[in-house]
Structures are given as structure tokens and as C-alpha cells.
């Protein structure tokens, strides 16, 4: 998918999980991590915020989680994810509080015992 229109297209018929946009993570660390699935997600999240009206809420939606998975394995984030989270929240609502909490939550780590 290399061309606009191709890309346009994917998103505006855009109907359910994916393939070419959950995180598709090898299991490797540092220099072999590997999601094979980035490099289109990110063409898809290049294009989609100047066109958000044409983006259905699933979309965002599974952006958002697969992004998240992709951070909580990478250890960062990349300078879209906040932009990102705002689409979905914006498109999705309150109706899909849950999955976004569930991605915030990702990250969290239990906090160490504390001995006295």
C-alpha cells in the first residue's frame, strides 16, 4: 500500500483487527526488536490526523492498542501517541474507556514491597 488513495481507501473501509496494523512483535530487545506491522501503522498514523472525520472509530481504536502494546515492548513511546490517544478518545467516548485504560495500564509495574 505505497499509494494516497490505496491508503485512503484501507482507512475508510477499514472494518475490524487487522493484520497489517496489530503490534506483530518478534520477542526480541533492543537492537532485535521488531514489530513487523510498524511501518505501515505508522504510514496509516501519518495520514490519518489531517483526515480524522475520514478515520471510522475501530480504526482508532486498534491504532491506540496496538501503539500502546508496541510502547509497553519498546519502552518509549513516539512523539504521536498523545495526538493518538486524543483521536481515540474523541471518536470512540466513554464506550471504550476500558480498552484505553487497559493500555495506560500497560506500563505499570508492581511497586517493590516496601520492608519497614
Not at 471510522?56 to 500502546?68: H, S, T
Not at 508496541?70 to 490517544?85: G, M, N, T, V
Request: glycine share 6%; with cysteine.
Amino acid at each position: 500500500m505505497e499509494n494516497t488513495e490505496t491508503l485512503a481507501e484501507f482507512i475508510r473501509s477499514y472494518d475490524g483487527w487487522h493484520e497489517l496494523i496489530c503490534f506483530d512483535w518478534n520477542g526480541g530487545s533492543a537492537e532485535t526488536f521488531s514489530d513487523g506491522n510498524a511501518d505501515f501503522r505508522r504510514l496509516v498514523l501519518g495520514y490519518a490526523p489531517a483526515k480524522p472525520e475520514t478515520v471510522p472509530p475501530q480504526l482508532w481504536r486498534d491504532l491506540f492498542a496496538a501503539e500502546a502494546a508496541w510502547s509497553a515492548k519498546a519502552w518509549c513511546a513516539f512523539r504521536f501517541f498523545p495526538e493518538l490517544a486524543a483521536h481515540f478518545l474523541n471518536a470512540c467516548g466513554a464506550a471504550e474507556l476500558e480498552t484505553f485504560s487497559d493500555a495506560c495500564t500497560l506500563h505499570s509495574t508492581p511497586a517493590p514491597p516496601i520492608i519497614i
